[in-house]
């Protein structure tokens, strides 16, 4: 049978279509543009933003909020939210230092914080695919509670005592880069192949689009979701064990707002709250333009008061642009 | 004037579908008229015509001799128009004095603050005048379903209403509740308010209605005088379509083995111990009303929804099917009534929609999509089903709705099922590609996989079906021999029990 064309025009680039047309029409062009005219706007301010120095401690800076902000993705992407995030770094890397501080070796503490991590996000994919409980509920209570054992456990003391051989895992450099912006580079590779030549990433757009559809699809729409909270809790536990290294010691107040951070990255980064659509390249960028506008702010000498503000700001206007796109097409 | 409102010549297209086609309807001061006609008749989009829900193309429509065109539904129950609904368009979470006051609020003198005792006050006068007890303080949500309709029509008279449309009001009261409904339209007419009855049950038609109106396929079909006719006539005026525009299948002479058999499967209040089986090849109708447990059914075998009984088989073999997973597994595709929000994930491709129920078919390395093979079997079905996209990239949501079902085909076809079932497979889609899937479902029975073809189209059911399943309020009513049935005696299976259930 012949296959008639149709007149109406596909939103997604085919196969057709050259490099350049393809990267023109992605849907983070807009936003990386955005990314380029901040920097822009910064360096002209204040040159000193490009100096090696400065983009050395901010892209460390950013690789932290984008390890958390990949995996809040996976949860954002099926309409679900996690708000739990920061307090399991917080827990992840307590547990970590803490195993280090009484001598484990460095894989073993590493290990039974990434555990600890996971589980919390175990928990959390349970009550939300198997208790339906809403997630802004669970992951709420979550949030609590991980902090409240931080809290409880380390009477808020710090934990020092870190193993000089585990520092480098945040302030060492590998080519010239920061080793977290390797374990970010990789991490986001690992999670862009997953999300878009896996079953299981397919399946997770899946779900995000019409869950209902992808349930009757047979397709095992609530062990998804269970294991996209434990992938969240696991990028969480990764960054927050990476920041033991980073302040040589883990602070019971980790990852306070660290939640807002990424759920920031991920919405800026083009990502819609009611789940289907995002990226992980749009993650990265949108770490990158929070990163360049907090640390701007700074060398512009702009309190730190209002650097929320700005990022407020800035979170809504990521939105409204997205929402005036997808009006117009 | 003789006429509260007439409707003449009333025409209404949506994409695709002539929904109205020349419809005339006038009703008297304090008439009570019956619409009837079977689903998709077009007795809905008439009523929205009226009330300015739906805007229609031709034809004119006189409110008390001079006439009107109602742009929004404010318009006409500004103009005295109440339209209660099948769905009750109330808020559950609200006690019935903010649902009766809602928008109509009465406030303290000068102020912005609500006069509860005048609501109160207003409110009981109402609720005695219905005659009906009601706890002003709990939410309506909590009350029986008779109740919140009672507090509907409070609602209405609330307002000057001159004419009250009701929409299946008693689908879901028990007799009492409905002989208390009855006694209060008979009220409500002897103070000259009009009302237009649509339902189902053809002998409450007959007990209230002054006169039936009766649509069929949005065209006007005939009226009835209960006094003087006969339900069978009601029956056939509803039915009586000609088939000759349709597609119609050879009946299939030597149907195979029994490959699918099920006992006894229930899920109350919906499904009640159905039971039937289907043989290689065999397309199996389901007709019953809106509401009759067809989809509830078809939902318990796929194990979406949970059967608190009954078994399954296939092959003889007794088989658990706990989820669509397993259904899938086990060879049986459903496809779903509501092709928008069940079949179809609108946001992605031609290509994702088509493949989602087979990433086990076209994986590489056990976790990996393949692209070339994806795009194989996409492409294999784009041209076998003809399948009309510019490419397979293409966003589903785009598509026309002929083309959307042929993708949900596609995608439960590319399982290779050996039962599948069919709800509502041509809901919304135009004659074409009506006809198209048509021969599809035919086809497909001639390779020998078993059909449920749940469909609320008649003479779709007719034209296709080797044996006919009718089902009613939950029950298996008949399994008739497609030779044999007709639309009348479909319908009658499906309606006339009520008559047996004789209202107080």
């Not at chain 2, 006809?435 to 078993?450: K, P």
Request: glycine fraction near 10%; proline fraction near 3%.
């Amino acid at each position: 049978m012949e296959i008639t064309v149709g007149d109406s025009v596909p939103v997604r680039a085919s196969s057709s279509r050259s490099l350049i047309t393809r990267i023109i029409q992605s849907k983070e062009s807009a936003i990386f543009l955005a990314l380029i005219i901040i920097m822009g706007v910064i360096y002209s301010v204040a040159p000193k933003f490009m100096s090696t120095s400065n983009l050395f401690l901010v892209s460390r800076q950013v690789s932290f909020v984008a390890i958390v902000a990949f995996g809040e993705l996976f949860v954002i992407l099926t309409g679900g939210i996690d708000l739990s995030v920061g307090s399991i770094m917080a827990l992840a890397g307590m547990v970590s230092a803490y195993a280090m501080s009484t001598g484990h070796s460095i894989p073993m503490a590493v290990a039974a914080g990434l555990i600890i991590g996971s589980a919390m996000g175990a928990v959390n994919g349970g009550l939300i695919s198997y208790v339906l409980i809403p997630p802004f509920i669970v992951t709420l209570g979550m949030l609590s509670l991980a902090s409240g054992l931080v809290l409880g456990l380390t009477k808020g003391w710090p934990i020092t005592n870190i193993p000089p051989a585990f520092l480098p895992v945040a302030s060492g450099a590998f080519l010239g880069l920061p080793i977290p912006v390797w374990i970010a580079g990789g991490l986001a590779i690992i999670a862009h192949v997953a999300l878009t030549y896996t079953a299981f990433g397919r399946r997770t757009f899946a779900i995000g689009g019409n869950e209902q559809a992808t349930f009757l699809s047979g397709i095992n729409v609530k062990k998804i979701k269970f294991m996209l909270y434990v992938i969240s809790a696991l990028a969480a536990s990764i960054a927050g064990i990476i920041l033991v290294a980073r302040f040589n010691s883990a602070q019971a107040d980790t990852g306070k707002g660290w939640e807002l951070d990424a759920i920031a990255a991920a919405v800026i980064g083009g990502t819609s709250l009611a789940g289907g659509s995002g990226s992980i390249l749009g993650v990265v960028i949108g770490a990158c333009i929070m990163g360049a506008i907090k640390n701007g702010l700074v060398l512009m000498r702009v309190s730190s008061y209002w650097q929320t503000a700005v990022i407020g700001i800035i979170i809504v206007l990521a939105a409204g642009l997205d929402r005036l796109k997808a009006k117009r097409s | 004037m003789e006429y509260l409102f007439e409707m003449r010549g009333i025409n209404k297209s949506f994409p695709g579908v002539r929904a109205l086609n020349n419809v005339d309807l006038a009703v008297k001061p304090g008439e009570v008229v019956g619409l009837l006609g079977e689903n998709g008749a077009g007795k809905s989009t008439l009523m929205k015509v009226l009330a300015g829900v739906y805007k229609h193309e031709a034809g004119t429509v006189e409110w008390q001799g001079s006439p009107v065109k109602f742009h929004t539904i404010q318009d006409a129950n500004k103009a005295g128009i109440s339209l209660i609904f099948q769905e009750l368009n109330n808020c559950p979470n609200l006690n019935p004095l903010d649902n009766l006051f809602l928008g109509r609020e009465r406030f303290l003198k000068g102020s912005p603050f609500l006069n509860y005792p005048a609501q109160r006050a207003k409110a009981l006068e109402l609720f005695e005048y219905l005659g009906i007890q009601v706890d002003l303080d709990q939410s309506i949500g909590m009350m029986s379903t008779a109740i919140q309709q009672m507090i509907e029509i409070a609602k209405a008279l609330l307002t000057d209403v001159k004419l009250l449309i009701m929409d299946e009001p008693t689908s879901s009261l028990s007799n009492k509740e409905t002989a208390m409904l009855f006694k209060v339209i008979r009220e409500l007419k002897a103070k000259g308010i009009s009302i237009i009855f649509i339902s189902h049950k053809l002998n409450e038609v007959f007990e209230i209605t002054d006169r039936v109106v009766v649509l069929r396929d949005g065209e006007n079909a005939g009226e009835i005088d209960p006094k003087v006719d006969s339900m069978d006539r009601l029956i056939s005026l509803m039915v009586g379509r000609e088939l000759s525009t349709l597609f119609t299948r050879r009946q299939n002479d030597n149907l195979g083995e029994e490959v699918f058999r099920v006992e006894g499967i229930s899920g109350p209040p919906m499904v009640k111990e159905v039971s039937f089986n289907l043989k290689k090849g065999e397309i199996l109708g389901v007709a019953g009303l809106i509401g009759a447990g067809r989809t509830e059914m078809a939902r318990m075998i796929i194990g979406a929804d949970p059967k608190v009984r009954g078994k399954v088989f296939i092959d003889g073999q007794q088989v658990k099917i706990k989820s669509p997973a397993d259904a899938v597994k086990a060879g049986i595709a459903y496809l779903p009534e509501d092709r928008k929000h069940q079949a179809l994930i609108l946001p992605m491709s031609v290509r994702e929609n088509l493949t989602m129920a087979i990433h086990g078919l076209v994986m590489r390395l056990g976790m990996f999509i393949s692209a070339g093979k994806e795009n194989a079997v996409t492409d294999s079905y784009i041209a076998t089903l003809g399948i009309k996209v510019s490419d397979r990239e293409q966003i589903v949501n785009n598509l026309s709705g002929g083309n959307q079902q042929k993708v949900v085909i596609a995608k439960w076809l590319a399982t290779k099922p050996r039962i599948l079932i069919l709800d509502e497979p041509t809901r919304g889609i135009d004659v074409a590609a009506k006809a198209e899937v048509h021969r599809m479902i035919s086809g497909l029975a001639d390779q020998g996989v078993s059909i449920i073809l749940i469909s609320s189209e008649l003479p779709e059911v007719l034209a296709l079906s080797d044996r006919i399943l009718v089902m009613h309020e939950g029950r298996v009513k008949a399994i008739l021999n497609g030779a044999d049935a007709s639309q009348e005696t479909i319908m009658s299976a499906a309606l006339v029990a009520e008559a047996e259930e004789v209202v107080a």
